[in-house]
């Protein structure tokens, strides 16, 4: 079947850190792949995606690689600000239909 | 476009009450989804729609719950008798026919039963 399973949260960071959060998924044939956000009492954003092996989707800082060889698709950003803090969900679009797959979401808190 | 357009933004109800969320989507957008958020179980899918024909339905948690979509422009999530269960936040989400494109989100209705 399909799913998405991310990394659990919640993550502190003082702000400039690293950022990883993990999302690795199950899916039939080439799914294309997104990254959303949600800021309090918001609904998703589009982050950023990916609807190719290899493809490199990136908005504001954040990157996340298309990986079909470890069906994988880890947000990064180099240096995180405080305004990052938010929920991300990872989340899969099967090439067939068009149902998506959500993670459960990671909470971010970004403190100065 | 102004985007995903839900209300209302917050509904606050009695238990056995009956409770009626809308939704407009995108225009030209072929899907149509509902989903539940709550601390517990996090985003679940509902009910989603293609060309305003319900294709699946199986995440409804039960028949209390039912969907409509009588145009491509209108929605509505009904909820009777509702239960503090019941009690979420509810997003409607359009998107077009395209395995590239994303769902777009509107901004959410806070149900509270009470």
């Known amino acids: 079947g399909n799913s998405v399973t991310q990394m659990e949260g919640p993550v502190t960071l003082s702000e400039e850190a690293f950022l990883t959060i993990n999302c690795t998924y199950t899916?039939?044939?080439?799914?294309?792949l997104f990254w959303y956000v949600q800021y309090p009492g918001e609904g998703l954003q589009l982050l950023l995606k990916?609807?190719?092996?290899?493809d490199k989707g990136s908005n504001k800082g954040f990157e996340a690689t298309y990986r079909k060889e470890t069906t994988s698709f880890h947000l990064e950003k180099g240096s995180v600000q405080v305004s990052d803090s938010a929920v991300y969900f990872c989340?899969?679009?099967?090439?067939?239909?068009?149902?998506?797959?959500f993670g459960t979401g990671t909470s971010l808190t970004v403190i100065p | 476009d102004a985007g995903v357009i839900q209300s209302p933004r917050h509904e606050v109800t009695e238990m056995g009450q009956e409770v009626t969320l809308r939704c407009k989507p995108i225009s030209g957008h072929d899907y149509l989804f509902w989903y539940r958020q709550t601390m517990m179980r996090g985003l679940e899918l509902l009910i989603y729609?293609?060309?305003?024909?319900?294709?699946?339905d199986s995440g409804m948690p039960e028949d209390r719950f039912s969907a409509k979509m009588p145009n491509a422009s209108f929605s509505t999530l009904k909820i009777q008798p509702s239960e503090p269960r019941d009690s979420a936040v509810y997003f409607c989400?359009?998107?077009?026919?395209?395995?590239?494109?994303?769902?777009?989100f509107g901004q959410g209705t806070r149900l509270t039963v009470v």
């Open positions: 729609f293609n060309n305003n024909v319900p294709i699946d």
């Open positions: 989340a899969l679009l099967r090439n067939t239909g068009n149902q998506f797959y």
């Open positions: 899916a039939t044939g080439y799914p294309s």
């Open positions: 990916a609807t190719k092996a290899d």
């Open positions: 989400a359009s998107s077009r026919q395209d395995r590239h494109t994303e769902a777009f």
